[in-house]
């Protein structure tokens, strides 16, 4: 990691306002604890940020306001991008929207910091259209496992992941392979919240497969962080 010093000062609102077209990620709970985790991490002012997965740039647009020295956004999808930007440059804050997955991310690394929500609803079927954004496969673990497994290739000496998921996609899991690849990672914040539209509508097929109980209508996020040593 670079010199840099810390700072714990939270400058970005909670839930700034955002300009979100048809088809992008409606900023949620998820979204909003992931945030709240980056403001008390003691992020370097000064520090290369990676939002993963962006979205609307809810995230980007966060480090960008609590002092981080440069941040770059990846999404695979173009609206997502495209609302990126906007939300950033509206702002006068200088983000890099970039198209693209894990590679191109790491491609553009290292990082100090990464940050990740990423889709980790299970589905029955493959994700296609909006529910690309949180739909996730059989076990929700579809972009989770080449995350974690490929995170430590992202982050400079010293830097660390931030990551929200949900239980239902195994947080152990994600503990289990980020440690695999070099990181120590724990649980940092954890939080029950009622199910949105998405899960309450998958909620007979999750109940099925094993991954909630009979009646469940709450799910438990949690915020992972992984450190690279
Ligand atoms: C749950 S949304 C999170 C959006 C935003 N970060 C937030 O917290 O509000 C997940 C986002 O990941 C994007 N996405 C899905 N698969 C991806 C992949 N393999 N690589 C990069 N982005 C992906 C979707 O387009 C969507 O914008």
Redo the contacts with the bound molecule.
């Keep these: 990691m670079t010199a840099i010093t810390s700072t714990t000062r939270p400058l970005a609102p909670a839930r700034p306002w955002l300009v979100r077209p048809p088809g ?5 709970d ?2 909003w604890f ?2 709240s985790a980056l403001r008390a991490s003691g992020m370097p002012s000064g520090a290369r940020v990676l ?10 647009l966060t480090a960008a306001m609590s002092g981080a020295g440069s941040v770059t956004a ?4 173009r ?2 991008l495209a609302a990126a930007w906007t939300n950033t440059r509206l702002r006068g804050l200088p983000v890099r929207a970039v198209r ?3 590679a191109e ?1 790491t491609r553009r690394g290292p990082f100090d910091v990464v ?6 609803v299970p589905c029955p079927i493959p ?1 296609s259209g909006a529910a ?3 739909d ?1 496969g059989p076990d929700g673990r ?2 989770l496992d ?2 974690c497994a490929g995170a430590a290739a992202m982050l400079a000496p010293q830097g660390f992941l931030l990551l ?1 998921h949900s239980k239902v996609a195994d947080v152990d899991k994600s503990l289990t392979r980020l440690r695999e690849s070099g990181l120590a990672a724990a649980v940092v914040a954890s939080r029950t919240v009622p199910f949105g539209p998405v899960m309450r509508a998958r909620a007979a097929f999750l109940e099925e497969a094993g991954l909630i109980t009979a009646g469940q209508q709450d799910e438990e996020l949690a915020v992972i962080r992984a450190d690279r040593p």
């Design positions: 992008v990620y409606r900023p949620q998820d979204t992931l945030a939002d993963l997965c962006t979205g609307t740039g809810a995230l980007a990846v999404d695979i999808s609206r997502a693209g997955s894990l991310a940050l990740a929500n990423p889709p980790y994700a690309r954004a949180w996730a579809v972009v080449p995350l929200v």
